[in-house]
């Protein structure tokens, strides 16, 4: 089992920055990637970012250049660090985290942290 909990999100004027944090605890060992996502009011969630075990990483083409994840593995924790931040940002967004155990794997789902983006 991993349990995920999301910090950092908030109300931030356009333009502004804001850095999501993951925190992974559980059966960390285990986990060989973890993501971010977000759902805005109204639409599917959408892929964010993704960090694989070994440090490869990949941003959803709108957002490459505005967003960057990073994870700190002594820390068990994946951030998502968002600058020029628009109204179109604002979203829940989501921390999940894909575990394999032998030849199963599994997804985990954090509770979710709401950015919102206004002045």
């Known amino acids: 089992q991993v349990q995920l909990v999301e910090s950092g999100g908030g109300l931030v004027q356009p333009g502004g920055s804001l850095r999501l944090s993951c925190a992974a605890s559980?059966?960390?060992?285990?986990?060989?990637?973890m993501a971010w996502y977000r759902q805005a009011p109204g639409k599917q969630r959408e892929l964010v970012a993704v960090i694989i075990s070994g440090g490869s990483t990949n941003v959803a083409d709108s957002l490459k250049g505005r967003f960057t994840i990073s994870t700190d593995n002594a820390k068990n924790t994946v951030a998502l660090q968002m600058n020029s931040l628009q109204a179109e940002d604002t979203a829940d967004y989501y921390c999940r985290a894909d575990s394999r155990v032998v030849s199963t794997t599994y997804t985990y789902w954090g509770q979710g942290i709401q950015v919102t983006v206004s002045s």
């Open positions: 559980g059966s960390v060992s285990s986990i060989y990637a």
